[in-house]
């Protein structure tokens, strides 16, 4: 695709150089400055528009929010959000889930830890 509109360009080029003469290098000059100018324009309209919609999100200032944390924080994190049990020890939930998962009746093809 970008080829073919290269090619069509340099095409529209000779034309202009031809049919226009001396003023078809001028003419060719204002369009692809005309263009430029334009694409400029508008992309700096999608940056500041990008750069409100950040603002909105408050997603503009993320070196001020790291989430880089220790292994202690996130320890202290989850035992917040569960509240059972110590950092690190198994919980009621836990030993459910295990529970059920011996009790339950696999196939001999679906054997857990089974890798194929």
């Known amino acids: 695709m970008t080829t073919i509109g290269t090619l069509l360009a340099i095409v529209m080029a000779g034309a202009f150089a031809f049919f226009l003469?001396?003023?078809g290098g001028l003419a060719l000059l204002s369009a692809i400055f005309g263009l430029t100018l334009s694409t400029?324009?508008?992309?700096?309209?999608?940056q500041a528009d990008l750069q409100e919609i950040k603002k909105h999100?408050?997603?503009?200032k993320e070196?001020?929010?790291?989430f880089q944390l220790s292994n202690e924080e996130?320890?202290?994190?989850?035992?917040?959000?569960?509240g059972e049990g110590k950092p690190g020890e198994r919980t009621s939930?836990?030993?459910?889930?295990?529970?059920?998962?011996?009790?339950?009746?696999f196939d001999e093809d679906d054997k857990p830890g089974d890798k194929r």
């Not at 400029?40 to 999608?46: E, F, G, P, S």
């Not at 999100?57 to 503009?60: E, K, R, S, T, V």
């Not at 320890?75 to 959000?81: C, D, S």
């Not at 939930?93 to 009746?105: A, Y």
């Open 57 to 60: 999100l408050g997603l503009d």
């Open 93 to 105: 939930r836990d030993l459910e889930i295990e529970r059920e998962l011996t009790d339950f009746p």
């Open 21 to 23: 003469g001396p003023v």
């Open 40 to 46: 400029y324009l508008r992309n700096k309209a999608i």
């Open 74 to 82: 996130i320890e202290q994190e989850l035992f917040r959000l569960h």
């Open 63 to 66: 070196e001020e929010r790291s």
